[in-house]
């Protein structure tokens, strides 16, 4: 029997809870596997596959769901990214797994017709999921960007703030890049305790992300050599 304690292991253990994973032939192989690994840890999965029955099957088995989708047809992969947003309103993740093996045999008697289906599946499948999904992570501020800052953030608790100035500018510029503010903040305010001071990462990342009066804040901080707590 599972305690409360292991159930509640298990449940902080699931890292992709509430995430939507669209995973193009998942129905089989490595893409099976995946959108088993991805269930488990809590992610919404959506098998994009040819084998209905397959894919309908696993779909069922973890909790997700199965939509058809040739991945050589724009259309398809299109509607495959729509069937996520109806479902649970946005995708954060999308694997583009979906391929299969190149004709064997001497170029020398290569059927062109067999490249060109090869070329359809393998390589535009592939842009047909990057195009779209990027457009609907776009859309919905979602996805690789915002995943990449949760990595980013996990590996700076991980390691702390480093007295080092160039980790620091090197933190603080990933930590802009990806809108964590108030941890840019905290190491920035870290750093001017230490006395090693990273204005100019401060005030250009401010900058590019248009944030100018908390640029001039900085500017001014400087004067006084102690850090104000950041506007808004
Ligand atoms: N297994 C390997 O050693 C290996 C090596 C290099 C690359 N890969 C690539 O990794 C991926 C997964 O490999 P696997 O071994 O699990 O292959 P697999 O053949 O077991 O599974 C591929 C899946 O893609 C699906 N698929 C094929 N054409 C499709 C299409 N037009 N639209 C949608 N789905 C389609 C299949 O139905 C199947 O479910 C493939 O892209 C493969 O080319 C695999």
């Given at each position: 029997m599972v305690s409360n304690g292991e159930t509640a292991q298990r449940m902080f253990s699931k890292r992709l809870i509430g995430k939507v994973a669209v995973i193009t032939g998942g129905a089989r192989g490595i893409g099976a596997a995946t959108s088993k690994l991805l269930a488990e840890n809590g992610a919404y999965v959506i098998i994009a596959d040819i084998l209905d029955e397959l894919g309908a099957k696993l779909a069922d088995l973890i909790g997700g769901r199965y939509v058809h989708c040739d991945v050589s047809k724009e259309y398809d992969v299109e509607h495959a990214i729509q069937f996520a947003l109806k479902w649970k309103g946005r995708i954060d993740i999308m694997f583009n797994n979906a391929g299969v093996a190149g004709p064997e045999g001497s170029i020398?008697?290569?059927?062109?017709?067999?490249l060109r289906a090869l070329i359809d599946i393998n390589l535009n499948?592939?842009?047909h999921g990057i195009k779209h999904a990027a457009?609907?992570?776009?859309?919905?501020?979602?996805?690789?960007?915002?995943?990449?800052?949760?990595?980013?953030?996990?590996?700076?608790e991980k390691i702390g703030i480093k007295k080092d100035v160039i980790v620091c500018n090197g933190l603080l510029s990933m930590y802009f890049k990806v809108d964590r503010l108030t941890e840019c903040w905290r190491i920035f305010y870290e750093m001017v305790v230490k006395d090693t001071v990273t204005w100019n990462t401060m005030i250009c990342g401010y900058s590019e992300s248009g944030l100018y009066r908390e640029s001039i804040r900085v500017i001014e901080c400087i004067e006084f050599s102690t850090p104000q707590a950041p506007i808004g």
């Open positions: 020398t008697n290569l059927n062109m017709d067999d499948g592939v842009v457009r609907a992570m776009i859309e919905a501020k979602t996805g690789g960007e915002v995943d990449e800052g949760q990595i980013v953030h996990g590996f700076v």
